[in-house]
């Protein structure tokens, strides 16, 4: 346990300076998030488990000097088991970095969960709500030999309890000196035969339990991965509808599943959905879109674009906080219409390719550029990372960011496969609405803490011109990074290519 | 303590020549034979304690304090048998397996410690697989409580042997411990078919189906090789006491969940329902046994067999009743005693019945079920018990 938790903390300490969360997104479970905990501002992973029940590493570190001891307990995010917490697991400290810290924690629940975090220290005590997603991504694999040894345990006592009811049929009721008879051989040699059949009929049924309850889990991961969208298109509007409901399975509920409507869709940063529409060659197009809802589905006046085929990417989150990622691919026709207004933006760069150079500096539409601080070394996968940002003006100066959607900046990670898609922010990668939701069930009233500053704080009207967001890119590949931020009132985005090893 | 008379089948000089046998070479009961019998007390102990700790602490890692006891049952079990197998000399007084001579029990209670063994890793692959609650009806619980059983199968088997080879006091002793390690048994059969028989289901036939399946198998099997007059209502008794043990003495010691999240506020471990009402059954059909005397085993299933069910209907029922009153909600009787896990008063009310029957034709056929069920299990543990009368290795 020891060397792991001091790589992690090399780790930490070597990229993670700033930090915020993600959604679960697309092949991107885990979760980054930056905090204020009470007077400690605090960096936190969650390496969720890919089988629950599962543990999850809690991986905390604290960029304020003082921390002693970080606690955590998994609720669920809304309604019951939100209240009551269990008993604290108290984090290993590492002895390398005395701020980084380790918890485990079990994870058993499907669905909208926090992870309750509390820090003390020579500065007083504080705590973090943190909102996780919690979703099998697969079932248990049996290791060959163990299934071998299961296979010949079960032979073994199968093959042994035959005999042993044979021997004490045969001879338990002899007396005390006398041999068996022929009546006790022959009802001896039926019992076998009846056990042997119990037996094998005992198998054949644990057989068809075990059987059936790897398909009940192997239902809760399917109905957990994102879900498709069927499109269709009535001029520019373009309507989206869940090709099938969406269940969230109630973990050791068997079949048992809660069906979320689009009724139960609440807003996430200041909308219900957030669609990407991807497309060009090497992801050169993007358009960042707000759809709105109309009954089970949702509609988007679409802006003037090119014709060819997008893949989408929408996000949605329920009202208990748990965010859901719906796929699809839709294929649009030339389209007149008016530039992206509001919040709703669009870019079109160069596409990504093998060979596309890994730029560290894009250049902005009014001429300032938006620089990438990258890391020395590259990046590596399943590495918390901050990706820190700055924006120079045309005269090389810092420039003010405005909020776009009530944060400094908005990340989209694509792996050039589709495999990777996630929706960063700086002001957490967790959805905002259940961040909003954790953070009002860590202030409410009844649980005496008290909000840190700048916690659910109000957004100035002018940021710095730099910013981080934390993120481990899950697996290795080639990606892109699409950065939009918000400058003179106009949404701005540049992208970046990058390998990951 | 009133004895009957040892069955006619035993020849008078070889169970003469047997007892004399026992009362010369041992004065008391082998410690091999306490040693099992540990082994068996520890197994329930340690089973339901591992109940209250997943109910109250949950399952945070394999080698939690229950699953440690429940293991060294098996292993006590294990020791036992292995030295009477070992210690066997006897050719007259052992069966022959795979070479070895021993007691009869001594083979079964062998084989079912190992099974319990050789369940923990399966069980602890798949609590990391398929959850860390409590779910009863898994392979892993399966081959454990199969183990489980055939200790105690082997215990009795062992001890019915000694009973018919003793006298006097030490046989009235080997007497009372097989009627324990039967209330034992009918605790772990009424583990078993908890999932039918939990409070809510208690006005639905399947509850009284389940119960019809298994439990007079067990007791009256046990309650007539005991050759008590009242051995059903012994085991009954044994059983309520055991189940009232548990649930009584388990509160009394202070717990808090380990794993979340949390729905109810866990101060202390939770225990298991309210025992079932099976003393009812018990007396009933220790009096038709005793009725009916020396009349067919087939007569005798087809009378005990319909009065066990009805009559344990004519008890749970309106107890049920009751159960899901406020009046209930109170550490006697337990009602208000919920796992750290269960959303019960947020995703549904405990305290109202389910019916698995939609329909009250389907529920008549179920009950149905349950009476030709009672006649076959009677005339099966009528038949393992004449069985185990006769065992004299």
């Given amino acids: ?501 | 303590m009133s004895v009957t008379s040892v069955p006619q089948s035993l020849t008078p000089s070889a169970v003469s020549r047997a007892r004399d046998e026992v009362s010369a070479k041992k004065a008391s009961i082998p410690w091999s034979i306490w040693l099992m019998a540990s082994g068996i007390a520890m197994g329930l102990t340690g089973g339901s304690w591992d109940f209250a700790w997943h109910m109250s602490i949950g399952r945070e890692r394999f080698w939690t304090l229950p699953h440690m006891m429940v293991q060294s049952a098996a292993l006590f079990v294990a020791v036992a048998s292995i030295h009477q197998i070992v210690t066997a000399r006897d050719r007259e007084t052992t069966v022959g397996v795979f070479g070895l001579r021993a007691p009869a029990g001594s083979f079964l209670a062998l084989w079912g410690s190992v099974a319990m063994i050789a369940s923990a890793p399966f069980d602890n692959w798949w609590h990391n697989a398929y959850g860390l609650d409590v779910q009863v009806a898994t392979p892993p619980h399966g081959l454990l409580s199969i183990g489980f059983f055939a200790t105690q199968v082997g215990a009795m088997t062992l001890l019915a042997s000694l009973i018919h080879r003793s006298t006097g006091a030490l046989r009235a002793r080997m007497v009372r411990l097989l009627l324990a390690i039967g209330s034992i048994s009918v605790v772990l059969m009424t583990v078993l078919i908890m999932p039918a028989t939990v409070r809510m289901y208690m006005h639905s036939a399947v509850c009284y189906l389940a119960v019809a399946l298994v439990i007079p198998i067990v007791m009256i099997a046990v309650g007539q090789a005991s050759l008590h007059k009242w051995g059903c209502t012994m085991i009954g008794l044994g059983y309520t006491a055991l189940g009232l043990a548990a649930e009584w003495l388990w509160p009394l010691v202070p717990a808090r969940p380990k794993l979340g999240p949390v729905y109810h506020d866990i101060t202390h471990l939770i225990p298991l329902q309210f025992p079932l009402l099976l003393i009812v059954p018990a007396v009933v059909a220790d009096v038709i046994l005793q009725r009916t005397g020396s009349r067919s085993a087939w007569l005798k299933a087809l009378c005990v067999g319909p009065a066990f069910v009805l009559s344990y209907l004519a008890a749970q029922w309106p107890f049920a009743s009751f159960l899901n009153t406020p009046a209930a909600r109170n550490w006697i009787f337990g009602t208000g005693y919920f796992s750290y896990f269960d959303p019960a008063g947020f995703q549904y009310d405990p305290y109202q019945f389910r019916q698995v029957e939609h329909t009250a034709s389907a529920f008549a056929i179920t009950l149905a079920w349950a009476f030709v069920a009672s006649i076959l299990t009677t005339r099966v543990g009528l038949g393992w018990g004449s069985w185990m009368r006769r065992v004299q290795r």
């Avoid at chain 1, 109309?294 to 679409?302: D, K, M, N, P, S």
């Fill in chain 1, 1 to 501: 346990m020891k060397r792991p938790l001091h790589c992690a903390a090399f780790i930490f300490i070597a990229l993670l300076l700033f930090s915020s969360p993600l959604l679960a997104h697309v092949g991107s479970a885990d979760v980054y998030y930056e905090g204020d905990a009470g007077p400690y501002h605090l960096f936190v992973t969650v390496k969720l488990p890919p089988v629950i029940p599962g543990i999850a590493e809690m991986q905390v570190r604290s960029a304020t000097p003082g921390v002693e001891s970080i606690q955590t307990v998994l609720l669920r995010l809304t309604g019951p088991g939100s209240k009551l917490p269990s008993a604290p697991d108290l984090a290993q400290r590492s002895k390398v970095d005395p701020q980084f810290f380790v918890s485990n924690l079990w994870f058993m629940e499907y669905g909208a969960l926090q992870v309750r975090i509390e820090a003390r220290g020579t500065k007083g005590t504080g705590s973090l709500a943190v909102p996780v997603a919690s979703f099998p991504r697969q079932s248990l694999p049996m290791s060959p030999w163990f299934r071998v040894l299961g296979i010949v345990i079960l032979l073994a006592l199968t093959v042994s309890i035959v005999p042993i009811i044979g021997g004490v049929v045969r001879e338990a009721t002899v007396a005390p000196g006398e041999v068996p008879g022929p009546h006790n051989r022959r009802r001896a040699r039926t019992v076998m035969a009846f056990t042997l059949i119990a037996t094998a009929g005992l198998l054949y049924g644990n057989r068809t339990l075990w059987t059936r309850e790897a398909a009940t889990y192997d239902r809760s991961v399917e109905l957990l991965k994102p879900r498709r969208v069927i499109t269709s298109l009535d001029g520019n509007r373009l309507v989206l509808r869940l090709a099938s409901p969406l269940l969230l399975p109630i973990a050791g509920r068997g079949k048992v599943t809660r069906e979320i409507r689009m009724a139960d869709v609440i807003p996430d940063h200041g909308h219900l959905m957030h669609l990407f529409l991807v497309g060009g060659p090497g992801m050169s197009r993007l358009w960042h879109l707000h759809p709105e809802r109309a009954g089970e589905t949702f509609t988007q006046r679409l802006p003037a674009m090119d014709g060819g085929q997008y893949r989408l990417f929408a996000e949605i989150v329920d009202k208990d906080g748990f965010p859901w990622t719906l796929v699809g691919e839709v294929g649009l026709p030339q389209l007149a219409g008016e530039a992206p207004a509001g919040d709703d933006s669009q870019w079109q760069g160069t596409p990504s390719s093998p060979s596309s150079p890994e730029l560290d500096s894009a250049l902005l539409p009014d001429g300032a550029r938006l620089i990438w601080e990258k890391p020395g070394g590259g990046l590596k996968a399943n590495v918390p990372t901050s990706f820190r940002f700055r924006v120079e003006g045309k005269d090389g100066k810092p420039a003010t960011l405005e909020p776009y959607m009530g944060m400094a900046a908005h990340m989209i990670v694509m792996c050039s496969d589709f495999s990777v898609f996630a929706h960063l922010h700086p002001s957490g990668s967790v959805p905002m609405a259940a961040l909003d939701i954790a953070q009002a069930g860590l202030f409410a009233p009844s649980s005496g803490a008290m909000p840190a500053m700048g916690a659910m704080a109000h957004v100035p009207e002018q940021l710095p011109s730099s910013f981080a967001i934390p993120y481990g890119v899950p697996h290795p590949g080639r990606y892109r990074l699409v950065v939009q931020i918000k400058r003179s009132g106009q949404v701005q985005t540049a992208a970046f290519d990058t390998l990951v090893q």
